[in-house]
């Protein structure tokens, strides 16, 4: 009797602690019975309470709500701790709890609610409803983001890419939801999409030529001139990454899918009324906002430039890089020069606000004045004298000697010489001086021809004998020339091989040439003409005497005469 009353209580205790054994490990509802401090004591209908900590009754970021009475579930570690304790835990019962869910979520590829809760290498921990997945940097937005401290604490919904219950790895991708409703917004957004639209839109990148702003699933480019009526260097200037901007559409290419936004269509044109409010003949004042090679552009007001082209810069400084008339920033006065509304353009001049140097030169040193200069250059044409007012005028090779020739005059002069001059002539319009050395005194030529003209004989001396010519100087230092041809009506008698230096001959005037400072005289002409006054004085061909006659009585009568 006893011997089966043993066995009896062996098979009961075996049974008990097989039955405690199968319970370990899974999860067992339970009762709140009491609270004390930050530990809650649940019945689980074993010998003993569990202990459970207060906070893994609350989810991430907030606090626990419970009471004395509530029912919950717990996972069973162990029927006995060293203390005599039953082992309970909230979490891990929530974390199979969730897993179940999870498996399931995963197989139908449904997305799951979580709550970013903490920072790991190379990523964050997300709250799965008990489950703690890993959430990879990248997979955080479509979008490198900087500051993750807005999406943590909230709930919100994330795909999971692969699990493993055996190791407890679970990863999950915000990204991927995200791409899959921007590409639904996509869908939507194309389908709706017309010109002349305008939008809200996050700037996703900048570059030097613009910026690309995400519409929300699809990415339009907003050029860098259509970010504002005002000149800007670069998008960055005016936008930054993650800005939120309204953009209006300009143009849309459904088959390629390009979008061309703008910013400054939403805003009113500054061009409207350009030329009324900028008549031709205005002086303003502007800032110089770009300089390049052929001028400078100066902003009169945001969104209105106009050019000061390289010509208009300056009255005095030619061939020079506008950089080094004016610089970017700086204030200057322009007058408007011409408006072209519909071309958008503003022709304006930097030197019609000062006053025109040769004009100021014409009205302070008239033709025939006379001041000094220093020589700036000599050249193969004469020699450029500097002015009063920065401005150079040229002496002429022809206006520097009355004597010498412009070849021969201009070596007696050096760079750097100062010279006394006369002003010839001023044209504003070409921007020339023209000036005279030569003619500060009175011209020997002149004097010498006085009373001298055209068919006069005069008694000349020979100073020289060529083959061709013979060059003689009449009384009052005037020189000529006879040619060859010239000497007599005798063809035979035309030698200069008959004259000599010294010697003195009687010849007619045929030309005198103030530019070349040349008279021609000729031996011929005298010779016909006396002829021909002999026929008229002593005979005619009517009257029967010969021409030899004639001639012979006529220059007896001449050579009496002089007598």
Not at 145 to 162: E, T, W, Y
């Given at each position: 009797?006893?011997?089966?009353?043993?066995?009896?209580?062996?098979?009961?205790?075996?049974?008990?602690?097989?039955?405690?054994?199968?319970?370990?490990?899974?999860?067992?509802k339970?009762?709140?019975?009491?609270?004390?401090?930050?530990?809650?004591?649940?019945d689980?209908?074993l010998?003993?309470?569990?202990?459970?900590?207060?906070?893994?009754?609350?989810?991430?970021?907030?606090a626990?709500?419970m009471?004395?009475g509530?029912?919950v579930?717990?996972?069973?570690?162990?029927?006995?701790?060293?203390?005599?304790?039953?082992?309970?835990?909230?979490?891990?019962?929530k974390?199979?709890?969730?897993?179940?869910?999870?498996e399931?979520?995963?197989?139908?590829?449904e997305?799951?609610?979580?709550?970013?809760f903490g920072?790991?290498?190379?990523?964050f921990?997300v709250?799965?409803?008990?489950?703690?997945?890993?959430?990879?940097?990248?997979?955080?937005d479509?979008?490198?983001?900087?500051?993750?401290?807005?999406?943590?604490?909230?709930?919100?919904?994330?795909?999971?890419?692969?699990?493993?219950?055996a190791?407890?790895?679970?990863?999950?991708?915000?990204r991927?939801?995200?791409?899959?409703?921007?590409?639904?917004?996509?869908s939507e957004?194309?389908?709706?999409?017309?010109?002349?639209q305008?939008?809200?839109?996050?700037?996703?990148?900048?570059?030097?030529?613009?910026?690309?702003?995400?519409?929300?699933?699809?990415?339009g480019?907003?050029?860098v001139?259509d970010?504002?009526?005002?000149?800007?260097?670069?998008?960055?200037?005016?936008?930054?990454i993650?800005?939120?901007?309204?953009?209006?559409?300009?143009?849309?290419?459904?088959?390629?899918?390009?979008i061309?936004?703008?910013?400054?269509?939403?805003?009113?044109?500054?061009?409207?009324?350009?030329?009324?409010k900028?008549?031709?003949?205005?002086?303003?004042?502007?800032?110089v906002?770009?300089?390049?090679?052929?001028?400078?552009?100066?902003e009169?007001?945001?969104?209105?430039?106009?050019l000061?082209?390289?010509?208009?810069?300056?009255?005095?400084?030619?061939?020079?890089h506008?950089?080094?008339?004016?610089?970017?920033?700086q204030?200057?006065?322009?007058?408007?020069l011409?408006?072209?509304?519909?071309?958008?353009?503003?022709?304006?001049g930097?030197?019609?606000?000062?006053?025109?140097?040769?004009?100021s030169?014409?009205?302070?040193?008239p033709?025939?004045?006379?001041?000094?200069?220093?020589?700036?250059?000599?050249?193969?044409?004469?020699?450029?004298?500097?002015?009063?007012?920065?401005?150079?005028?040229?002496v002429?090779l022809?206006d520097?000697?009355?004597?010498?020739?412009?070849?021969?005059?201009?070596?007696?002069y050096?760079?750097?010489?100062?010279?006394?001059?006369k002003?010839?002539d001023?044209?504003v319009?070409?921007?020339?001086?023209s000036?005279?050395?030569?003619?500060?005194?009175a011209?020997?030529?002149?004097?010498?021809?006085?009373?001298?003209?055209?068919?006069?004989?005069?008694?000349?001396?020979?100073?020289?004998?060529?083959?061709?010519?013979?060059?003689?100087?009449?009384?009052?230092?005037?020189?000529?020339?006879?040619?060859?041809?010239e000497?007599s009506?005798?063809?035979?008698?035309?030698?200069?091989?008959?004259?000599a230096?010294?010697e003195?001959?009687?010849?007619r005037?045929?030309?005198?040439?103030?530019?070349s400072?040349r008279i021609?005289l000729?031996?011929?002409?005298?010779e016909?003409a006396?002829?021909?006054?002999?026929?008229?004085?002593?005979?005619?061909?009517?009257?029967?005497?010969?021409?030899?006659?004639?001639?012979?009585?006529?220059?007896?009568?001449?050579?009496e005469?002089?007598?």
């Open positions: 009797m006893a011997e089966a009353a043993v066995e009896s209580f062996a098979d009961l205790l075996d049974e008990s602690l097989g039955q405690s054994d199968r319970l370990e490990g899974n999860v067992l339970g009762t709140i019975v009491a609270i004390e401090g930050d530990v809650a004591l649940i689980v209908g010998k003993s309470e569990g202990r459970v900590p207060l906070r893994e009754f609350a989810d991430a970021g907030q626990p709500e009471k004395i509530d029912t579930e717990v996972y069973l570690e162990r029927m006995e701790s060293k203390n005599g304790d039953v082992m309970i835990s909230r979490d891990k019962a974390r199979e709890e969730a897993w179940t869910q999870l399931k979520s995963f197989g139908d590829n997305r799951v609610n979580g709550v970013i920072r790991v290498k190379g990523g921990t709250d799965l409803s008990g489950a703690v997945a890993f959430l990879p940097g990248s997979q955080v479509i979008r490198p983001v900087r500051d993750v401290s807005p999406l943590m604490g909230n709930a919100q919904p994330f795909q999971i890419l692969k699990m493993d219950r190791r407890g790895n679970i990863v999950v991708s915000r991927a939801v995200l791409e899959e409703t921007r590409a639904e917004q996509r957004l194309i389908q709706n999409l017309t010109e002349g305008v939008l809200q839109g996050v700037v996703k990148n900048i570059t030097d030529y613009g910026a690309f702003v995400d519409l929300g699933g699809v990415d480019l907003l050029h001139t970010i504002s009526w005002k000149r800007i260097n670069h998008p960055s200037e005016k936008l930054t993650g800005q939120q901007v309204d953009v209006q559409v300009i143009r849309f290419n459904a088959e390629t899918q390009r061309s936004l703008g910013m400054k269509q939403l805003e009113t044109d500054p061009w409207d009324g350009v030329a009324a900028y008549p031709v003949g205005a002086k303003l004042e502007g800032r906002t770009n300089i390049t090679d052929y001028g400078a552009f100066v009169l007001e945001a969104g209105i430039e106009g000061v082209h390289v010509s208009e810069m300056s009255w005095t400084k030619k061939n020079i506008p950089g080094k008339i004016v610089s970017t920033s204030e200057v006065a322009v007058m408007v011409d408006v072209d509304e519909s071309k958008r353009r503003i022709s304006l930097l030197k019609q606000c000062s006053s025109n140097p040769w004009e030169f014409q009205a302070n040193h033709a025939e004045s006379e001041l000094d200069g220093e020589i700036k250059n000599i050249t193969e044409f004469g020699l450029f004298v500097g002015l009063p007012g920065e401005i150079d005028g040229m002429h022809s520097l000697n009355w004597e010498l020739s412009g070849d021969e005059a201009v070596k007696e050096t760079k750097g010489d100062m010279v006394k001059v002003v010839l001023v044209d319009d070409k921007e020339r001086i000036l005279g050395i030569k003619q500060l005194s011209d020997p030529f002149a004097g010498s021809v006085e009373g001298l003209k055209k068919g006069v004989v005069v008694t000349c001396t020979i100073t020289s004998v060529t083959d061709n010519a013979l060059e003689v100087q009449i009384a009052d230092g005037a020189t000529g020339t006879i040619r060859k041809t000497l009506r005798e063809r035979s008698e035309q030698r200069t091989d008959r004259f230096v010294g003195k001959i009687d010849a005037i045929t030309n005198i040439d103030a530019k400072r021609t000729s031996v011929k002409q005298h016909a006396e002829e021909k006054q002999a026929m008229a004085d002593y005979g005619s061909t009517d009257s029967g005497a010969s021409l030899g006659d004639i001639l012979g009585e006529a220059l007896s009568k001449a050579a005469d002089k007598k």
